[in-house]
């Protein structure tokens, strides 16, 4: 970050301040939220009669201050956020949570525990406090707080600053966890849950949306988990706890976290940034479609590829799921040869050979995840442990209960084990299942005798790495199963992209059909990595109460898939267990992956959501709906919105279960476009240079897209 620093002290008012003038500089190495912001300052003030710091963002427009006692700092009770005359604590009681030496866990708020400020000093643009928290002579620990602003964000750093020489009392207590806890005295607070960012949840509050959470890249923790409750009517838990778990020698790591706070009047302003790479081979993915399939017999799999072939689907990317040696999920992860009950290697080298005659991507399920007892290369050494020692499950198939392989362990199966694969079978991509859909906190080992075992940023980093491993082995790009790939993106080409948000209490029973059209996360932070495709498998996107009972068997369910696809800026992805994968293979790339081509390199630079004939932003949408704009059965159910990139192209999506979209064009378009509308009373697919005078975008699947010029594909 660029900025001045200019230091007032004024001994009447006891005041230090220091103001950065600059226009925000995306820190593109850290999950911090940034935005375009324009031109604005950054100040913090002392007040001596209070014994407070304010910490605060001021533009044209607007001031929002963080206000930091030092009377009640040891948690982020401590922390008021003030704006626009309101003013309320994004974290009440937020803080740590300790183990005392006989193993009783004990909170701030606890019986009993007192707090003593050791030290406060204010070191250029930050301040840093040190505490002691204890009860009694029993037990104490000692932590450091280090705060400062940036943008709009108040970063707050913590860490065990370890025992003190010659300290009165003797026993040091260990760390459970650090809470982020609830919000208080939040006026008719709403928990926003955002598709796509699938472990971070925003609060609505009084025209302030509000995010807090850890810097998943640094965390010392073992597990982060995500809340999503009401307490009050001024309080939910809408954040994260950080947990520090024993591995299995009794030790953990130290505290050590960073923390994100961040209010803003606009939602976009508090998502996090995503501190990940371009991927490899993204114009790769853009210019593919996803045949995903399932296929019980190589036989089978090939003719069906031979007739999408015949029917002039090109430059299709190919994964068969079902192809192992003793069948789906099962053995692993010993995989080859191909299933000799489904024509072994030979049959299904001819389906490579097609693939590769064809100018298609051929790519086979892998699955480094889980190993299962009956395979020949079990060892109850390499299964991951749990803190007390015990092995961890994995996947349960029908008939067999999979335990979790140790991160630590993966390549020593995956490079041979996938190499083989792709001299044998001549693959020219990839596909992993399982370790994408997982957060880093979901995959953990704890066995002590493991390097950086029971740490969640052990869990991320191998992953990310396999995602290159697998590049390097099979000579092209790979793509992973959806759900936590937010983590993961452009360390990966394509994911199979499910979509959920952090609202798991209540939604975990619905699939994305069932879920706001938000999708602004995914267009402003993720878009930019690699074109995903799809939107998660069929059943997954529909399921409702059983995963599954679901949709997904008719013309009107793939052309409901296909506008979703479109509205996130997706590519086109189609299924063999389609109600006819022939027909939805022919959707997909006469009418989702010209589009897809269009904006997998463009930015979105406005999105805008349809009201009754008004275009509002999706802050100005939630503040208008906050309790009905993810609800599905509302009429205000967020499902229309007008993407527009920044080389031209707009896309128009009706997902609306409940109302059409009129669209009337005044001014001459002169261009490309691809709609499925009603046009003279009757739904229509169309492509091509004709414009038309006004168009209506039907319930649910309804889309126009416009191009100023026509693709290339």
Known sequence: MIFKLLKIFSVSFSILLFSNFCSYLSAQNSPIPNSNYNSYRNTVTFNAASESYKFAYTDEN???????????????????????????????????????????NYYLWSEGISKKLLRSQMIRDTLLTEWVVSKGNEFYFHFEYKFYISGKTLVIKVRDA??????????????????????????????????????????????????????????????????????????????????????????????????????????EDVFPNIPNPV???????????????????????????????????????????????????????????????????????????????????FS?????????????????????????????????????????????????YLIPISTKINKTLKTSASFIDVLTAKS?????????????????????????????QLRKIHNGPVSGEGY?????????????????????????????????LLVDFDLRKMHDKTMVHGVGYYERFFYKDSYWKYMGRSRDSSLIYSATELAYGHGAFFSSLSYNPSEQGEL?????????????????????????????????????????????????????????????????????PHREWQLNFDNELNGWFDYHAIKTGRAVLYKGGEQPSNLVLPKENGWFCYSPFTPSN
């Open 62 to 104: 607007k001031t929002i201050v963080y206000e930091y006692s030092l009377r009640n700092g040891s948690s982020f009770n401590g922390i008021k956020f003030i704006s626009d005359g309101y003013e309320f604590y994004p974290s009440n009681y937020g803080g740590v949570c300790m183990t005392s030496p006989d193993n009783v």
């Open 162 to 267: 370890g025992k003190i020489k010659n300290y009165s009392i003797k026993k040091y207590a260990t760390l459970a966890s650090f809470q982020l806890d609830r919000c208080e005295g939040a006026v008719n607070p709403v928990i926003v849950g955002v598709p796509y960012l699938s472990t971070i949840n925003v609060l609505y509050s009084n025209n302030f949306f509000t995010s807090l959470f850890f810097d998943w890249t640094k965390t010392n923790s073992s597990q982060i988990n995500t809340f999503d409750s009401p307490f009050s009517n001024t309080s939910v838990y809408f954040a994260q706890e950080a947990l520090y778990k024993n591995k299995t020698n009794g030790k953990k790591y130290l505290l050590d976290e960073t923390i994100y706070m961040t209010v803003s009047s606009e939602l």
């Open 279 to 361: 991927a490899k081979y993204k114009n790769e993915s853009i210019n593919r479609i996803i045949y995903d399939n399932w296929d019980a017999g190589f036989e089978k799999v090939f003719n069906n590829l031979s007739v999408i072939r015949n029917e002039n689907i090109n430059n299709l990317w190919l994964i068969v799921h079902d192809w192992q040696n003793a069948g789906y999920d099962n053995k692993l992860p010993e995989v080859l040869p191909a299933n000799p009950l489904y024509g072994g290697n030979e049959a299904l080298l001819r389906v490579s050979n097609l693939c590769s005659t064809s100018g298609y991507l």
């Open 364 to 412: 086979l399920h892998e699955n480094y995840s889980d190993i299962y007892p009956n395979s020949s290369v079990y060892n109850i050494s390499e299964v991951a442990l749990d803190p007390e020692g015990n092995p961890v499950n994995g996947w349960k198939s029908p008939t067999l209960q999979a335990k979790l392989l140790k991160p630590g362990k993966i390549k020593k």
């Open 440 to 468: 880093p906190s979901e995959a953990m080992d704890f066995d002590s005798r493991e390097n950086y075992a029971g740490k969640n940023n052990t869990s991320l980093k191998i992953t990310n790495d396999i995602g290159n």
């Open 484 to 516: 936590h790939h937010f983590y993961y993106i452009g360390y990966y080409d394509d994911f199979e992209a499910q979509i959920q948000t952090g609202k798991i209490s209540n939604q975990q029973l619905t699939g994305g059909y069932y879920k706001p």
């Open 588 to 656: 997909e790339y006469n009418y989702v992956y010209p589009v897809q081509t269009l904006y997998g390199n463009a930015n979105a630079v406005k999105i805008l959501y349809n009201d009754n004939g008004n275009l509002l932003t999706v802050s100005q949408y939630i503040k208008k709906y906050p309790n009905t704009f993810d609800k599905f059965e509302s009429s205000d159910f967020m499902s229309q919105v007008l993407i527009e990139y920044d080389n031209g192209v707009k896309v128009y999506v009706n997902r609306s």
